[in-house]
Each structure stands twice: as structure tokens, then as C-alpha cells.
């Protein structure tokens, strides 16, 4: 694997051709495929479930399934993500009443934990549970659709995280969701980010490996 992982969120995939679409993009140098699940309720919108994560595996996708949860509970569902072949699950700490148990469960259920910040959400929920994260998700929009603009002040948030996770010593990815582009990946490289989610970036353009190796050109300039 890369050092840098280029996650596309197939929420800007063309759905009627889901599982082209995430042939194309991994073929094109993507890394893992961002997966988000959001349920009309925790966010405004409504997506994909463990069924369409499953016809991915079956379909013949091996690289990891990063699945996204913007759902409230979440527990009930988690087993049936693991079953259908996710193999990073995250969840919102506010969308769980006790996140230690739910962190667990996931490591349980045989895959990677992480939590996820919205950009108003504090950094207190990481403070006890350091040693069950794989994964630190920040939201640089608000979730709940693609094609939204970056909230500069993530940049400051992506650098109190790296502290933390460099301070931890625990090996924690540390991945960007929410208006990533090639002109702004090279700042997001620099304040800690090593997981860069793109959605429309991505699949709003015509070839998938220009722009991710625009990308990787552009992370290769970071300092
Ligand atoms: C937003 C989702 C993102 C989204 C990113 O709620 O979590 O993964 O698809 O899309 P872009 O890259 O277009 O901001
Ligand atoms: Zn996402």
C-alpha cells in the first residue's frame, strides 16, 4: 500500500454502475473505497447499506472497504457491515451512547475502529479511548452530501490530531473527508492528514487516474 492512502467515496460514483465505477477508480490508483452510509435521521440524506458493500466483495473488490457511518444507533448494524466484507468501519461519537463498547465491537466483529469529528464536534471524545483506534476521521463539511467546499479551519483540527496520534505513539491513520481537491491536498498533506477521501473531486471529472495522480503529485510536494 501507498503512505498516502487516496480514498474515492463512492457517493459520487454513478450508482447505476456501482461496481465499474469502483473497478475503474482503484484501476485508476485509488487505495481503499470510502463507503458512506448515512440513514435520513443522523444526516439529511439516505445511501447505501451492508447489501451493496456485500455486492462490491462479491463483485470481486479486494481492496479495503472503508465504511463510513453517518447513522444513529449504530451498534445493531456494525455485525452486518463485518459480515458483508467492510473492513475499516467508523462511527460519529455522537451517534453512539457508549463508544468504548461500540469501538469494541467493531474490533470484535474482526475490523479496523475509528471515530469521526464533524467540524463542530470537540476532540474530548478521543481522550480515553486512543488504544482502540485504527482510524481518526475528521469532517472538513458538515456531512451528508458531496460537492461541498472545505472548511479551512480543519486544517488547525487535522494538526491537533496528528499531535495526539504522534504524541500516542499508536500507529492511527489520520484521514480528511469533505471538499478534498488537488489544490488543497498538498495543505491538508501538511497539517497531518496520511487518508485523503475524495468524492467529487474524483468522479466529477472524465479520467479518474488524472486526477488521483494530480493528487499524488501534488502530496509529493508536501513538506
Ligand atoms: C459527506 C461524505 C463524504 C463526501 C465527500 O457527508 O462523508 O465522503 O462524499 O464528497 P466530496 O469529496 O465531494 O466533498
Ligand atoms: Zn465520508
Known amino acids: 500500500m501507498n503512505e498516502n492512502w487516496i480514498a474515492p467515496s463512492i457517493l459520487s460514483a454513478n450508482f447505476a454502475k456501482l461496481g465499474e465505477e469502483v473497478d475503474n477508480v482503484l484501476k485508476a490508483g485509488a487505495d481503499v473505497v470510502h463507503f458512506d452510509v448515512m440513514d435520513n435521521h443522523f444526516v439529511p440524506n439516505l445511501t447505501i447499506g451492508p447489501l451493496v458493500c456485500e455486492a462490491l466483495k462479491k ?23 463485518a459480515k458483508a466484507g467492510a473492513d475499516i468501519i467508523t462511527f460519529h461519537p455522537e451517534a453512539s451512547v457508549h463508544i468504548d463498547r461500540t469501538l469494541q465491537l467493531i474490533k470484535d466483529s474482526g475490523c479496523k475502529a475509528g471515530l469521526v469529528f464533524n467540524p463542530g464536534t470537540p476532540l474530548h471524545y478521543l481522550d480515553y479511548v486512543m488504544d482502540k483506534l485504527d ?3 475528521l469532517m472538513s463539511v458538515n456531512p451528508g452530501f458531496g460537492g461541498q467546499s472545505f472548511i479551512p479551519s480543519s486544517l488547525g483540527k487535522l494538526r ?8 500516542s505513539g499508536l500507529n492511527i491513520r489520520l484521514e480528511i473527508d469533505g471538499g478534498v481537491k488537488t489544490d488543497n491536498i498538498r495543505a491538508i498533506k501538511e497539517a497531518g492528514a496520511d487518508t485523503f477521501v475524495a468524492g467529487s473531486a ?3 471529472q ?10 499524488r503529485a501534488e502530496l509529493a510536494k508536501a513538506v
Open 135 to 137: 482510524m481518526i476521521l
Open 206 to 215: 472524465p479520467d479518474y487516474k488524472k486526477v488521483i495522480d494530480d493528487m
Open 160 to 167: 491537533e490530531v496528528r499531535k495526539r496520534i504522534d504524541d
Open 59 to 81: 463483485h470481486g473488490v479486494t481492496a479495503p472497504i472503508d465504511v463510513h457511518l453517518m447513522i444513529e444507533p449504530v451498534d445493531r448494524i456494525i455485525p452486518d457491515f
Open 202 to 204: 474524483i468522479f466529477g
